[in-house]
């Protein structure tokens, strides 16, 4: 897995495969091996090893605490599985969402689909139709497709992206929002429970695994009114 023979640099190739240890399940969340523990087994530096844990901790993967150790993260975590939503109460509270789900279905990718998740002919996706709420508030209404490939199992019950992504051994890296506004279609303001020709934010977001595929294409029709903000950040 790492091999001082590729072009690739070492901490990368190390990077990759300790990362494929935390998909895979083989890497836990909880404490893991020490820096020179890592260095001996993948036969590298110790620098090596600090450059590669470096960067997993940049990508939320790990974290370091000085004098306990390495840890791997669950990326269910509360903390973790928030950056997905950027809906804030007035104070800056991130939103406590819950889900209905009104329809999980398998079928052939469309066009759209396939541009937007880089399928090729004949691959298939799982599609998904719930609704989000603050409490009894309807906030979004959510259209999901995730490629079948990556997905082997999803529920009809949907947690959250982060939940089942680790679920299936997926990484979830960077996503991709395009944000515009239209009227809501009749059947979204009824599900949202606004006047008929409301205007809705609508999110359309591509999230990629760690490693750059796509692993969700994700359409949200929202009305935050007067109560809600949406919190964009640039890194």
């Not at 609704?131 to 490939?149: H, Q, Y």
């Not at 506004?181 to 303001?189: G, H, I, K, L």
């Amino acid at each position: 897995m790492v091999t001082k023979f590729s072009t690739r640099p070492l901490y990368l190739q190390l990077h990759d495969a300790m990362t494929e240890r935390v998909a895979s399940g083989q890497w836990k969340p909880g404490p893991v091996a020490n820096e020179g523990e890592l260095a001996r087994e993948f036969g590298v530096s110790t620098g090596t090893v600090r450059k590669a844990l470096d960067l997993m901790e940049a990508e939320r993967l790990i974290t370091r605490r000085q004098g306990r150790g390495t840890f791997v993260n669950d990326q269910t975590a509360r903390h973790l599985s928030s950056r997905f939503c950027n809906i804030r109460t007035p104070n800056g509270r991130s939103v406590e969402r819950q889900f209905r789900v009104d329809e999980v279905a398998e079928a052939q990718a469309n066009e759209t689909e396939r541009q937007r998740l880089g399928l090729g002919e004949n691959e298939r996706v799982f599609r998904i139709r719930r609704l989000c709420l603050d409490g009894d508030r309807p906030l979004m209404v959510e259209k999901i497709s995730l490629p079948g490939a990556l997905f082997l199992n999803v529920p009809d019950t949907i947690p959250d992206t982060a939940a089942l992504a680790q679920q299936n051994g997926i990484v979830l890296g960077k996503a991709a929002e395009r944000i515009t506004v239209e009227v809501a279609a009749p059947a979204v303001s009824k599900l949202l429970n606004i006047p008929d020709n409301s205007v809705v934010m609508v999110l359309d977001r591509v999230t990629h695994t760690l490693l750059g595929r796509q692993a969700e294409w994700r359409m949200g029709y929202c009305h935050l009114g007067g109560e809600y903000t949406y919190l964009a950040e640039i890194t």
